[in-house]
């Protein structure tokens, strides 16, 4: 699915996704990522929901969020509660949907000027 949200000022969205992939601005990515308005993260060590380890929320929390959207792929999944700890411990916001959502969810936020960040997982 096309999303078409333009930016005006510059900062990154999700503007398309489907089985096995997401676009940020216009660019294909076919690999775990997290995006912030700012940044996008391909190296991000999560790669697949059961390899999900506190680790990945500490990453996810060093950037600084007031709130944290996790995409599980095509089907809702929650984590363990220990895992996101760390978020919880700092009034992190952490919103877990399947990855289709939490593009659109992401789109909303970032357009609203909120610090959030996005941790999809593709595979």
């Known amino acids: 699915m096309k999303l078409q949200l333009d930016s005006p000022t510059g900062q990154n969205v ?9 676009q940020v601005n216009g660019q294909r990515y076919e ?30 929390l060093a950037l600084k969020p007031e709130i944290v959207l996790l995409g599980t792929g095509a089907k809702l999944r929650f984590p363990p509660p220990a895992l996101s700890r760390c978020l919880t411990a ?23 000027g909120r610090n959030v960040a996005t941790a999809i997982l593709l595979g």
């Open 14 to 22: 999700f503007t398309g996704y489907g089985s096995g992939y997401v």
């Open 31 to 60: 690999c775990s990522l997290v995006v912030t308005p700012a940044r996008i993260i391909q190296d991000w060590p999560a790669s697949r929901f059961e390899h999900l380890a506190a680790s990945h929320f500490e990453f996810l």
């Open 90 to 112: 700092a009034h992190v916001g952490l919103e877990v949907m399947d990855t289709n959502a939490a593009c659109r969810t992401y789109n909303i936020l970032a357009a609203e």
